[in-house]
Every structure is written in structure tokens, then in C-alpha cells.
């Protein structure tokens, strides 16, 4: 399944990620809302957020690898 993500959408996707985790055990990642990125001293190590940069509108997922530190890739 593929869903496409536009300005605008994150509210509606938090609200049913919201709904889905009061009805079963779901992960739903913390997100940080911040002009830079974050830092290995904000995302726990082994941790997954959810990063969007409010500069340019760009959302990302953040995860501190133990071994390759902070990675992120762009979700589009």
C-alpha cells in the first residue's frame, strides 16, 4: 500500500493514527516540529520519530542507529 502525503494531510493522518492506537497496540512515532534538524541528543538512541522541518515544509523519518547514528530519509 502506498499512500501520498500533501501540506495539509498531517493532521488527518495523526487523528486516525490517534484513533488506531485507542483501539489496538499501534506505534505511533513522537514528531518534532522544528526548523533544524534534530540532533543525536534529541532522538533516543534506537528511536524512530517523525521530524518536519518548518522551513520548508518537509517531512522525515529520523532514526538513531547505535552504530550509523542519526539517519533520515525523506518521505514524499
Do not use: C
Request: aromatic share 8%; net charge negative; proline share 3%.
Amino acid at each position: 500500500m502506498s499512500i501520498s502525503l500533501r501540506a495539509g494531510d498531517w493532521s488527518k493522518l495523526s487523528l486516525i493514527l490517534r484513533r488506531l492506537e485507542a483501539k489496538m497496540d499501534v506505534f505511533v512515532p513522537r514528531r518534532i516540529s522544528q526548523s533544524g534538524q534534530p540532533d543525536a541528543d534529541d532522538v533516543a538512541e534506537g528511536e524512530l520519530i517523525i521530524w518536519h522541518d518548518s522551513d520548508d515544509s518537509k517531512v522525515y523519518w529520523l532514526y538513531n542507529d547505535a552504530d550509523e547514528g542519526l539517519v533520515k530519509v525523506e518521505m514524499t
